[in-house]
């Protein structure tokens, strides 16, 4: 048989998702535990997860090195031991922090858990904060925080924040050298006895689990004493800066990074799947509107894109590409004229669909995995999300039509709110 290399291959559409059930728990202290449970192979991830991100500071960059500090020693176990501990299990811990919350991760086969578990109690309750790690930590973040302020990428996008939400809002707070370089001992021992020893948190365990892995979770975690009164958070009300315009000139790049957009909504807003087509169509995918004119058309780029991210408490719209200097202004000029055409023309039924099978394909893909799934759910189970959010994601997608395109293009992005930062020149 001859194949016809001149038709594509037939698809069908994806219409709808089937996810594996969460089963939620409450240790014995309250503690809410987030089971998904996938067969697959002999593998767990350990998700504790804290209200403790930069919202929750006092003391610029304290979230970030309380969080990386719990590994660095206890009364009983060096660094280097705790290291070694879980290099013996072939486990992998990793230790995040954001904007508005941190976790502590262990990934494990299922079968080593119970010996894990006393070294993350330890952890949790008896972090010592030994200063030399401190240093050491301190010098490295330095070290690379001094080299990403040379990347026009980076400081754009640190200005970008700032610009929308303030330099002072959690929200708009980066990591500057000089703060980190004021940072004490001290301060993060604050965070951690104000923020993280003894509140709240929640588990999400995600792999091949059963009850028993709950039960021995139970065992260690769900003995901890847990605080019951109200952690006070920071002031979310800060204006930002007025000016709509930024420019960072670097006179020997030959660069300049731009980054344009607006403060939006969370996920939970009514337009949230409405404008998410809208963004993919102007510059969410490879095949985006923004993509075609100035990389493949006009050649000024390798990539744009646009995206919105969403915190817990707020959300923005965000265009960022990276061109040649003397192709700046025409870049910004173009960028506004997809924007308007999006305003006044509705887009065709066939690039409608193409988006929309790309965002079912792209989110279906997104959950190969035990891990992938977990992190799907955590926007339900963190974020106060309705239950259905994740199982209705195609029909809303799909729900989306020309009209619903324009009055959110025409709505969100005119351009008297879209602010614009470029680091370079023009």
């Not at 009364?75 to 290099?87: C, F, G, L, V």
């Not at 070294?119 to 401190?134: C, D, N, S, Y």
């Not at 200097?325 to 006044?344: A, F, G, S, V």
Request: some cysteine; proline content about 6%.
């Amino acid at each position: 048989m001859t194949l016809d290399r001149t038709q594509p291959p037939a698809f069908q559409a994806i219409q709808q998702i089937q996810l594996p059930a969460v089963q939620s728990h409450r240790l014995d202290n309250g503690i809410p535990l987030h089971l998904i449970s996938v067969a697959h192979q002999p593998v767990l991830r350990l998700e504790c997860v804290f209200n403790a991100g930069t919202w929750y500071e006092q003391v610029p960059g304290s979230a970030f090195f309380t969080m990386k500090m719990l590994s660095e020693g206890t009364p009983s176990r060096s660094s280097a031991q705790i290291n070694e501990y879980i290099d013996r299990y072939g486990a992998f811990l990793e230790l995040n922090s954001g904007p508005d919350r941190a976790s502590v991760v262990v990934y494990c086969l299922t079968k080593f858990l119970p010996d894990l578990l006393p070294l993350l109690r330890e952890m949790l309750t008896e972090p010592a904060f030994p200063q030399k790690e401190l240093d050491d930590l301190r010098n490295i973040t330095l070290q690379n925080l001094r080299v990403n302020y040379e990347k026009n990428a980076y400081l754009a996008g640190v200005l970008f924040r700032e610009t929308l939400f303030g330099a002072d809002h959690p929200y708009g707070r980066s990591q500057r050298p000089e703060a980190v370089e004021k940072l004490t001992r001290q301060s993060v021992v604050d965070f951690f006895e104000r923020v993280v020893r003894n509140r709240p948190f929640q588990i999400v365990l995600a792999g091949q689990a059963t009850e028993n892995e709950v039960v021995a979770i139970n065992r260690e975690l769900g003995q901890l004493t847990i605080r019951t009164d109200t952690l006070p958070s920071a002031d979310g009300q800060i204006e930002a800066d007025e000016q709509l315009t930024v420019l960072a000139e670097k006179p020997d790049s030959i660069q300049s990074s731009i980054r344009m957009g607006r403060r939006l909504f969370t996920r939970s807003h009514p337009d949230f799947f409405k404008m998410l087509v809208t963004n993919e169509v102007l510059g969410g995918y490879f095949g985006s509107r923004l993509m075609k004119n100035i990389r493949e058309e006009k050649g000024f780029t390798y990539g744009i894109s646009s995206n919105m991210p969403s915190f817990r408490r707020d959300g923005y719209f965000l265009i960022g590409t990276d061109v040649n200097k003397e192709n700046t202004q025409q870049t910004l000029d173009e960028i506004r004229k997809e924007i308007h055409i999006l305003q006044t023309e509705p887009v065709l039924p066939d690039e409608l669909e193409t988006v929309q099978n790309y965002m079912a394909g792209e989110f279906v893909g997104s959950l190969n995995t035990p891990f992938e799934i977990a992190d799907r759910y955590k926007v339900i189970l963190l974020d106060d999300m309705p239950a259905d959010f994740l199982t209705t994601y195609i029909q809303k997608v799909r729900a989306v039509s020309p009209s619903d395109i324009m009055e959110m293009a025409t709505r969100y992005l005119a351009s008297d709110s879209l602010r614009e930062v470029v680091v370079g020149g023009k």
